[in-house]
């Protein structure tokens, strides 16, 4: 798998479990524990990921907190 193909792949083990934890705050370190990844891997990854709103990140450097950034939902209805 190419360098590429792990970001993806990290960035989805990412996106699911903050889907599944929607309530978890996470350093890169502790979300590198529950992942079994580095950590060096998962912070370009959440970095990424907080850019594109995907997650909000809270404070600065190693002790940065991530949490997830559910996507808006929007329905419409029919009513007629």
Excluded: W
Excluded at 3 to 17: A, P
Excluded at 32 to 49: C, D, N, P
Aim: proline share 2%; glycine share 4%; net charge negative.
């Amino acid at each position: 798998m190419n360098e590429t193909q792990d970001d993806m792949s990290l960035q989805l083990e990412c996106t699911l479990f903050f889907e599944r934890n929607p309530y978890a705050l996470e350093t890169v370190r502790g979300l590198a524990k529950k992942l079994g990844r580095s950590e060096l891997a998962l912070e370009a990854v959440v970095e990424r990921m907080s850019r594109l709103l995907i997650l909000e990140r809270i404070g600065e450097g190693e002790r940065a907190i991530y949490t997830y950034h559910a996507p808006a939902v929007r329905q419409e209805l029919d009513l007629s």
